[in-house]
């Protein structure tokens, strides 16, 4: 379990003082697999960084597993660091040592039997899939591999909690959904808590049972990960989620959005469907009862963890419908309606 109260992180400089962090709060149970998304510059590193004091903060309390770690002396922070695994974007193996040598490296630090070390590198090369590449180097690896052998390190002294630090930012995007997968079966089987950072929206739609959006050193947003797709209240957090559901307007038909309607106009909306929803014949159900025609100019269904969640974009008459029996319709049917903008001339289909 993570829990961060009220950190703040400030670099001093020549000139003047960088706020790295502003105020986070943020917590992690016990089992649960929280992603920290936000643009290169944000504060997600050194948010995560500030999780095992590698950076320590400027004020607030840090707490994992119970322990607050900024009241620790050196040695009883490297015991409590133990319990912390932590993955790399770049791996950080060790050239000169094999697969089995690289995952038994934290294990001999602490001095374990060799027949406890052998027992415990051998599962956890079976669990990441790795047991024909125990002899293997570094070099002999692919990033898939490389990452796998990270992971299995990660485990080796049988952490509680597990930080992943833009794990899959230097993979292709086949080997990226095979890695997302893989900490998914290892939190299902170990129950660790997972903290994740990165810049993709995608691998947060992958894995995350909640996100927190941070901007500027400060969490701009966190909900759980369908809340988030499903409603999301700030611009960053809008075009993040557009960026991985390709739920926006062609370039030039955006262009021609306008802010307030005019008597002819048409009312672009953006529709979200979340579960049952999705699947149900919603719109057609709409212009059946109302007899309203609509013209549908974008769909898509994604798959998030343990929901379906789908997304339209349509235009209606603004002239001869009122939006406020539309919006009123669509919302008890679970559907979120937001009006994107309004616009002349788009053809209906019969």
Do not use: W
Not at 25 to 44: D, P, R, Y
Not at 193 to 212: G, N, P, Q, W
Not at 269 to 295: C, D, Y
């Amino acid at each position: 379990m993570i829990e961060l109260n009220n950190v703040n992180k400030i670099y001093s400089g020549k000139s003047d003082d960088h706020h790295a962090l502003k105020n986070i709060n943020l917590h992690v149970k016990a089992g649960e697999i929280v992603g920290v998304i936000g643009k290169s510059g944000a504060g997600k590193s050194t948010l995560i960084r500030c999780v095992n004091l590698l950076e320590r903060p400027t004020s607030g309390s840090v707490r994992v597993n119970g322990v607050e770690l900024t009241t620790l002396n050196p040695s009883q922070l490297r015991q409590a660091r133990h319990q912390i695994g932590m993955i790399f974007q770049h791996f950080n193996l060790l050239a000169t040592r094999t697969v089995y040598h690289n995952v038994a490296f934290p294990l001999q630090l602490l001095k374990k039997p060799k027949k406890e070390i052998e027992k415990i590198v051998s599962e956890l090369l079976e669990k990441v899939g790795l047991s024909n590449r125990r002899d293997a180097y570094p070099n002999q690896l692919s990033g898939g591999q490389k990452q796998r052998v990270a992971i299995a390190r990660a485990l080796a002294t049988k952490p509680q909690v597990l930080l992943c630090d833009e794990m899959t930012s230097a993979l292709d995007p086949e080997t990226t959904d095979d890695i997302l997968q893989l900490v998914r079966t290892i939190n299902r089987d170990l129950g660790l808590s997972i903290l994740c950072i990165t810049h993709e929206m995608s691998v947060i739609k992958f894995i995350a049972d909640r996100v927190a959006v941070i901007d500027h050193g400060e969490i701009v947003e966190c909900a759980t990960v369908v809340d988030i797709f499903k409603n999301p209240k700030t611009n960053i957090t809008q075009r993040l989620i557009q960026s991985v559901l390709k739920s926006d307007l062609p370039a030039d038909l955006q262009s021609q959005l306008r802010f307030e309607g005019m008597p002819d106009d048409q009312v672009v909306l953006r529709l979200t469907f979340v579960g049952h929803a999705t699947l149900e014949p919603v719109i057609n159900e709409f212009m059946r009862q109302t007899h309203i025609k609509v013209n549908i100019l974008q769909a898509n269904i994604e798959q998030l963890r343990t929901e379906l969640i789908g997304r339209m974009i349509m235009s209606i008459d603004l002239q001869k419908t009122k939006l406020e029996i539309v919006q009123r319709f669509l919302e008890k049917k679970g559907v979120v309606v937001e009006v994107m903008g309004y616009v002349e001339n788009l053809a209906y289909a019969e």
